[in-house]
């Protein structure tokens, strides 16, 4: 076995970075609630994401439910099921029915044309996934929302600092949501955040997290506790300095891949868009088992066996899980796309800290694995 190669490893910064922080933060007395770091990080990442509103809350699943609700959404939510679990389960959470609408094959984000087919008189919102930080087909999505009146909400939690055509993707939509989750590009260990063009529904969400509270004698509604703590806001802040020169890296790991994996017959990569500026937080590839003569599983294990860990990211299938299974548009025959993604994919180490040399014994088993 050759030297270990993790699939990632988190964005820090160093402790003598941090430490300064720590030292304000015991000064300041103040732990939560509207303190000075949560503040700045909400103004920073505005300014860096290019967004007009955005509210930190303490994961990336919450604003996903927070903003179902904040939209009053009722009845169905036409969603993908080719994603983390979190994103169906927040739909589940707010007590509302997932229906779901197949991919492309393309690229793994939900197809307009599928939700089209499947929109009831109960439909009232989509909930689609920009997959490893691709944007979905945002017009034709907005197009069909505007025609039969239905609210978008975009689950960014892969799309951190994602631009198409020189513009944020994160104001697409009613609401998009990030995830700031220990494996993601930017992270405050756990956090996430709600994004909104809309000043009423920022407001109506900025009291929704705080409990409903408005005064020390009002509370307006029974709203939830999804605030983010001077400590994590501190990490976010110093993370956020990194940020940029972290994206630059990963860009790198992923020319040194494409450039190794490009003519593997049997080796399936993404797209790209030269209309979109990327965040490289993942590496997916897809196994074609026919022409490479192997199985994504048996590629799995074979590359664990040699130390190199890699993700069958997005695998089982959330449509597939017994709790969703029995829904009628959770059907393999419904979503035969999604079902060969999550068959197929596999997601390859991909970090800030990947060295060339790790790449390339990527890359060397991956052409040793093949028949
Ligand atoms: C990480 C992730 C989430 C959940 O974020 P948490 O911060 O872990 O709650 C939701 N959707 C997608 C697509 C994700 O990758």
């Known amino acids: 076995m050759g030297k270990k190669v993790s699939l990632l490893k988190p964005l820090l910064p160093s402790l003598d970075e941090f430490i300064p922080s720590l030292h304000e933060i015991w000064g300041n ?17 505005k300014s860096f994401l290019g967004v007009p509103n955005l509210l930190l809350m303490t994961n990336g699943t919450l604003p996903i439910m927070t903003a179902l609700h904040a939209l009053k959404v009722r009845g169905e939510v036409i969603t993908t099921p080719y994603s983390f679990v979190g994103t169906t389960h927040a739909i ?23 939700i089209e087919d499947a929109i009831t008189p109960q439909t009232e919102a989509i909930l689609a996934v920009h997959i490893y930080g691709q944007p979905c087909d945002i017009e034709n999505i907005r197009d069909i929302a505007s025609r039969h009146e239905l609210k978008v909400i975009y689950d960014a939690a892969h799309a951190f600092g994602v631009k198409k055509d020189g513009k944020s993707i994160l104001n697409e939509g009613d609401v998009s949501t990030l995830s700031f989750h220990a494996t993601k590009v930017f992270n405050t260990a756990e956090g996430g955040a709600l994004i909104t ?11 929704l997290r705080n409990f409903g509270i408005e005064s020390e004698t009002e509370v307006a509604c029974p709203g939830i506790n999804s605030k983010m703590d001077e400590l994590r806001s501190a990490l976010g802040l110093a993370n956020l300095r990194h940020v940029e020169e972290t994206i630059a890296a990963r860009s790198e ?16 990569l993404l797209p790209i868009y030269h209309d979109i500026s990327y965040n490289y937080g993942y590496f997916p590839i897809r196994i074609n088992e026919i022409l490479f003569g192997r199985s994504r599983d048996e590629v799995y294990d074979e590359l664990k066996e040699k130390g190199i860990t890699t993700r069958r990211y997005f695998y089982p299938l959330i449509s597939n899980l017994p709790f969703y299974s029995g829904i009628p548009s959770a059907d393999a025959s419904n979503l035969p796309e999604a079902n060969r993604w999550s068959e197929t994919v596999l997601c390859l180490p991909c970090h800030h800290l990947l060295s060339e040399e790790d790449v390339y014994s990527v890359s060397e088993a991956l052409k040793e694995a093949k028949r």
């Open 29 to 45: 007395q103040w732990l939560t609630n509207d303190g000075d770091f949560h503040n700045r990080l909400e103004e920073e990442l």
């Open 92 to 114: 589940t959470w707010q007590g509302l029915k997932p229906v779901f609408a197949d991919v492309e094959a393309t690229t793994g984000c939900i197809d307009p044309q599928r």
């Open 197 to 207: 063009k809309d000043s009423e529904i920022c407001d109506i969400v900025r009291n």
């Open 253 to 268: 790991v992923h020319t040194l891949y494409r450039n190794q994996l490009a003519d593997i017959e049997g080796i399936d």
